[in-house]
């Protein structure tokens, strides 16, 4: 490796490699599959580790962000045309071990919790995560970066390929669908304990 080269890894490892818990979490909402979104997150990282001589310097997470979102784009659509299921698919649909990891993580755990509300909490985190899943994808991704890893308007823009006040009225739907789906959730809840 020459030293051209190793300072080129090395700036993008303190440049990229910062959001890797934002690329994973954004392919885990966009594919909602955890093992797709590892596979999904560690291409895009190979894709942006060798178009990095190119990055021109702009947001960082918003360029490894874009990179995601568009292998989660490739990657769905070579989903879509295969019709055959893996078995570790299989299993993960049907609610084993594998597809309850993503859920047991659902949140912090505070100490001062009894164990009443550390189980409500958990039960509200699974439900958020579960109702913003189930949002329209360009709805789904522009919460996602906007609440989730705090990208700017205009770095979603840049991430989406999108104007930003399309942006801005994506986000505001998605809000909107949100709250809607969270108060119905809640109403059917309150109806099943009456």
């Known amino acids: ?38 596979d999904v997150a560690q291409d895009a990282f190979l894709r942006a580790f060798r178009a990095f001589e190119g990055y021109r310097g702009g947001d960082p997470k918003a360029w490894i962000l874009a990179i ?27 609610g084993d071990d594998a597809g309850d990891a993503f859920e047991s993580s659902a949140g912090p755990v505070d100490p001062e919790d009894s164990p009443e509300t550390a189980a409500v909490r958990h039960n509200e985190i699974a439900t958020m995560r579960e109702l913003i899943e189930n949002l329209p994808i360009p709805f789904r991704e522009t919460l996602v970066l906007r609440e989730l890893e ?32 969270w108060r119905q959730r809640t109403a059917e809840r309150e109806e099943t304990r009456s």
């Open 1 to 38: 490796m020459t030293a051209e080269q190793a300072d080129l890894a090395r700036r993008f490892r303190g440049l990229m490699l910062p959001h890797l818990d934002a690329a994973y979490n954004l392919a885990r909402y966009l594919l909602r599959d955890p093992v797709a979104a590892e």
């Open 68 to 94: 995601v979102r568009n292998c989660c784009h490739t990657w769905a659509k070579a989903a879509a045309s295969d019709p055959t299921v893996p078995l570790e698919r299989a299993g993960i649909d049907q």
């Open 150 to 181: 705090e990208l700017s308007y205009q770095e979603i823009a840049e991430a989406t390929g999108t104007p930003i006040g399309t942006v801005m009225s994506r986000l505001a739907r998605a809000r909107h669908l949100l709250a809607d789906a």
